[in-house]
């Protein structure tokens, strides 16, 4: 559902034919009752009704904590993908969607619902220093002896022509 002044459909920033063996609808085009006053239980039970339909995309992860929308799930047939950590971002969204949709659709079942939560973590670089330590203990050196060593070969490969 999209709330008033709410970003816009994912499936409008991706576009309707990505990837190619999987169709995705913009829920208004499904039924525009479905998106007009429902609670996303209701989406859920109606999308299962209705057939034809294997999932639904929402980056509302509050439906976690809702225990009738996870009890309506588990009388349905639906996958549910939640993007986690991408709040009003789409790009985000799109971003974690473009690479776990493919999985997602290989892993889908008709016999039971599924709940996907696809999260975007904070990008936490390694530190260098901690990176040449895990180098030189697998060379079961110390740390300062890879270094010395390395500046060496690096030494020697700019005075060679």
């Given at each position: 559902?999209?709330?008033?002044?709410?970003?816009?459909p994912?499936?409008?920033?991706i576009?309707?034919?990505?990837?190619?063996?999987?169709?995705?609808t913009?829920?208004?085009?499904?039924?525009p009752?479905?998106?007009?006053?429902?609670?996303?239980?209701?989406?859920?039970?109606?999308?299962?009704?209705?057939?034809?339909?294997?999932?639904?995309?929402?980056n509302?992860?509050?439906?976690?904590?809702?225990?009738?929308?996870?009890?309506?799930?588990?009388?349905?047939?639906?996958?549910?993908?939640?993007?986690?950590?991408?709040?009003?971002?789409?790009?985000?969204?799109?971003?974690?969607?473009?690479?776990?949709?493919?999985?997602?659709?290989?892993?889908?079942?008709?016999a039971?619902?599924t709940?996907?939560?696809?999260?975007?973590?904070?990008?936490?670089?390694?530190?260098?220093?901690?990176?040449?330590?895990?180098?030189?203990?697998?060379?079961?050196?110390?740390?300062?002896?890879?270094?010395?060593?390395?500046?060496?070969?690096?030494?020697?490969?700019?005075?060679?022509?």
């Open positions: 559902m999209r709330r008033p002044g709410g970003p816009a994912i499936v409008e920033l576009g309707l034919d990505w990837p190619p063996d999987i169709r995705l913009r829920l208004v085009a499904v039924d009752a479905l998106t007009r006053g429902r609670d996303d239980w209701e989406v859920l039970l109606a999308l299962d009704a209705l057939g034809g339909y294997d999932g639904f995309i929402t509302d992860t509050r439906i976690l904590s809702l225990p009738t929308e996870m009890v309506a799930l588990s009388q349905t047939k639906i996958a549910l993908v939640m993007t986690s950590g991408t709040a009003s971002h789409a790009l985000r969204a799109i971003g974690l969607l473009m690479v776990h949709l493919p999985t997602i659709a290989k892993r889908l079942t008709a039971r619902p709940l996907w939560l696809l999260k975007a973590e904070a990008l936490q670089p390694p530190r260098l220093d901690a990176q040449i330590a895990k180098l030189a203990s697998s060379k079961f050196i110390p740390p300062e002896q890879l270094i010395k060593h390395e500046l060496e070969r690096i030494a020697q490969h700019r005075r060679s022509p």
